[in-house]
């Protein structure tokens, strides 16, 4: 079946640091993939998406690029914030429709002054 | 703009008993979700309905059913209640016409079975 699997946390930085978060995925066909971020005590809020091959997804600084060769949408941003600590998700959906998403383990993100 | 609502957002019960929780989703979306969040844990999918018809079925427990109704909001039974049934219980909505797979989510329901 579908899954994903994104890097283990916590992941800790400093204020404007890089940040890269791994996301590889495995599915038949082509999912469309998505990050979602779940601050303390809240729901998931849709980060970015992409729904093809070579598409670059782009929010708020964070941007992913959907590579099929390498089963790989990593997250990344240039210069980090406090206010950008939270958990991030990598999530796929195989067919879009009203199919389920498949959740990767989640990366807990910690942002230091 | 306006989002997914879940209610009650707080839920207590004890074993073996009953719960209903409701979902309402973002106006024109006719597609809702379940998923189970347990401590710690990603978001495990349930269920999901379009146009009142159970459309995808993920790791739903026999002791659990849903519905949507003619407004398209839905509710979630869950009978016989286990203490790992605690968990956060999100619902999301998307319109499926358009729907490349985007689900928005509501703020959940936290349910304590004790």
């Known amino acids: 079946g579908d899954s994903v699997t994104q890097m283990e946390g916590p992941v800790t930085l400093s204020e404007e640091a890089f940040l890269t978060i791994n996301c590889t995925y495995t599915a038949t066909g082509y999912p469309s993939l998505f990050w979602y971020v779940q601050y303390p005590g809240e729901g998931l809020q849709l980060l970015l998406k992409a729904t093809k091959a070579d598409d670059k997804g782009s929010n708020k600084g964070f941007e992913a690029t959907y590579r099929k060769e390498t089963t790989s949408f990593h997250l990344e941003k240039g210069s980090v914030q406090v206010s950008d600590s939270a958990v991030y998700f990598c999530a796929l959906s195989p067919g879009g429709g009203a199919d389920g998403l498949t959740f990767g383990k989640g990366t807990h993100l910690i942002i230091q002054p | 703009a306006a989002g997914v609502i879940q209610s009650p957002r707080h839920l207590i019960k004890e074993k073996r008993e009953t719960a209903t929780l409701k979902c309402y989703p973002i106006p024109r979306h006719d597609t809702v979700y379940w998923y189970q969040q347990g401590p710690g844990q990603d978001p495990q999918f349930l269920i999901s309905f379009y146009e009142k018809m159970q459309s995808d079925k993920g790791s739903i427990p026999d002791r659990f059913s849903a519905q949507q109704f003619s407004d398209y909001h839905s509710e979630l039974n869950m009978s016989s209640l286990e203490l790992g049934d605690s968990a956060l219980y999100f619902c999301?909505?998307?319109?499926?016409?358009?729907?490349?797979?985007?689900?928005?989510f509501g703020p959940g329901t936290r349910l304590t079975v004790t």
């Open positions: 999301a909505s998307s319109f499926r016409l358009f729907n490349l797979g985007e689900q928005y």
